[in-house]
C-alpha cells in the first residue's frame, strides 16, 4: 500500500512539473524572476487601468442616461399636471342636463330636423366609437 502511494505521489510532481513547463519561461537567476515579475506586474497593472477606464467611461454614459431620463420624467410630470388642470376647467363647459322640447321643432323645415336628428346620431355613434372617448362622454 505504501509503494502505492509513493507511486501515485511521483506522478502527481510528475505531472505538477510538466504543467509548470508548460506554463511559460522559468527564471534562471533570483534577477530574471524579479524581471519576469516585474514585467507581469506592468502588464497587469495597464489592463487594470483599461478596465477602470471602461469603467468610469460606461458609468458616466450611464449617469447621464439616467439624468436625460429623470429631465423626461419631469418634463412629462409637467406635462400631465397642465393637461389635468386644462381638463378640469373643460369639464365645467359639459353640460349636465338637456332640456328637450318636440314643440320647438315644429316651426322648423324639414330639412332642418333631418339635419339636427343625424348631427345627434353621429355625435351619439361618435362617442363611443372615438379612442378618446370617456364614461362621461357616453352617458
Do not use: Y
Amino acid at each position: 500500500m505504501k509503494k502505492l502511494v509513493v507511486i501515485l505521489a511521483v506522478i502527481a510532481l510528475a505531472g505538477s512539473a510538466a504543467a509548470q513547463a508548460k506554463k511559460g519561461p522559468r527564471a534562471k537567476s533570483l534577477k530574471e524572476l524579479l524581471k519576469m515579475v516585474e514585467g507581469g506586474w506592468k502588464t497587469e497593472s495597464s489592463q487594470i487601468k483599461e478596465r477602470e477606464a471602461e469603467f468610469l467611461a460606461n458609468k458616466n454614459k450611464r449617469k447621464a442616461m439616467l439624468k436625460d431620463a429623470q429631465a423626461t420624467l419631469a418634463r412629462l410630470q409637467k406635462q400631465s399636471e397642465a393637461l389635468e388642470k386644462q381638463f378640469d376647467k373643460n369639464e365645467a363647459l359639459v353640460p349636465r342636463h338637456a332640456v328637450i322640447d318636440p314643440q320647438l321643432l315644429e316651426s322648423c323645415p324639414p330639412s332642418l330636423i333631418a339635419a339636427d336628428g343625424m348631427d345627434a346620431l353621429t355625435q351619439l355613434i361618435e362617442s363611443f366609437v372615438s379612442p378618446g372617448s370617456s364614461a362621461t362622454m357616453r352617458s
